[in-house]
């Protein structure tokens, strides 16, 4: 991987409605992130965190979507940040923030890659749009947006749409998943392997597969949700779902991600301080990208 990486916060709650998650940049910074990834031998550089909108006291119920407004004028600047730090030569980290920072990060690497691959580490799919969203909120859309379906302010920030294809993305970890997105699921036939698949298979053939799927990928962005992992192992979530990824599952993913050596950007997202015990989901955050770019135990 890149050594020289640039650290970039986004303080976001607006994709949802439970306040909190904006702190989560400050969150994964104490958990000792820059010395632990120094110690592996990264040049980091902490950009700070990016001006996020005030929430607005207009109503957007006309468009079926909770902040939109503010969702995308955040996404455009995230984007830009995102474009020049990959014109610098340098490997984004960035620290959510809710999971529609997402559609931001990605719009600002995709540009970089004539065919990005995504691995979308999450309970959900977040492939809902506004007509299938059963609540409005943009966290539970952002990869549906950044396959080009959703909204014009936000499939549109960049100027271009898609930013990337189905075939090129692999949901793991996925156990709640709504109507409209399985529809979505097997419209597209997304390669997707649920919590049924991991048990079945184990870990190291979901990943091995993965790294195998997207092979022909130039890239490979990581969108890790730490709802992802059971609430045992990461409760500082707004969206916790039972009977997830348990935390040595999640170390070995980030190793074998390693071994592959074909990471090119990644984002770590929807740590919630406020519903957490003692920065637990932060330390095992950080202790995830630890194992994501090289940490081992001889």
């Known amino acids: 991987m890149n050594k020289k990486m640039t650290v970039l916060g986004?303080?976001?709650?607006?994709?949802?409605?439970?306040?909190?998650?904006?702190?989560g940049p400050s969150a994964m910074r104490y958990a000792d992130l820059t010395t632990r990834l120094e110690a592996l031998g990264y040049e980091i550089k902490d950009a700070g965190d990016i001006e996020v909108e005030k929430r607005s006291s207009e109503s957007n119920i006309h468009h079926k979507l909770s902040n939109l407004w503010e969702v995308a004028e955040t996404n455009k600047r995230l984007a830009s940040k995102v474009s020049a730090i990959l014109e610098e030569q340098r490997f984004p980290l960035i620290l959510g923030g809710d999971h529609s920072i997402a559609i931001g990060t990605i719009a600002g690497i995709s540009a970089s890659f004539n065919k990005l691959g995504v691995i979308w580490y999450d309970a959900h799919g977040d492939l809902n749009t506004a007509d299938t969203s059963p609540s409005g909120n943009i966290h539970g859309m952002p990869l549906a947006v950044s396959l080009g379906d959703g909204h014009d302010s936000l499939t549109n920030i960049g100027g271009f749409s898609p930013k990337i294809k189905p075939e090129n993305v692999v949901i793991i970890g996925a156990r709640e998943l709504d109507d409209g997105e399985k529809a979505y699921i097997r419209r597209t036939n997304m390669q997707v392997y649920t919590m049924h698949e991991i048990d079945r298979l184990g870990m190291p053939e979901v990943m091995r597969q993965a790294v195998t799927?997207?092979?022909?990928?130039?890239?490979?962005?990581?969108?890790?949700?730490?709802?992802?992992?059971?609430?045992?192992?990461?409760?500082?979530?707004?969206?916790?779902?039972?009977?997830?990824?348990?935390?040595?599952?999640?170390?070995?993913?980030?190793?074998?991600?390693?071994?592959?050596?074909?990471?090119?950007?990644?984002?770590f997202v929807e740590v919630n301080p406020i519903l957490d015990e003692k920065n637990k989901t932060a330390e095992v955050a950080v202790a995830l990208m630890g194992s994501l770019f090289g940490e081992k135990l001889k």
């Open 10 to 23: 986004v303080p976001m709650d607006h994709g949802q409605n439970r306040r909190g998650v904006d702190m």
């Open 213 to 267: 799927y997207l092979e022909e990928c130039d890239g490979i962005h990581l969108s890790l949700d730490l709802d992802g992992l059971d609430p045992h192992d990461a409760p500082g979530v707004g969206t916790p779902v039972l009977g997830g990824l348990n935390y040595r599952e999640s170390h070995l993913a980030m190793e074998m991600l390693a071994e592959s050596d074909k990471i090119t950007s990644a984002e």
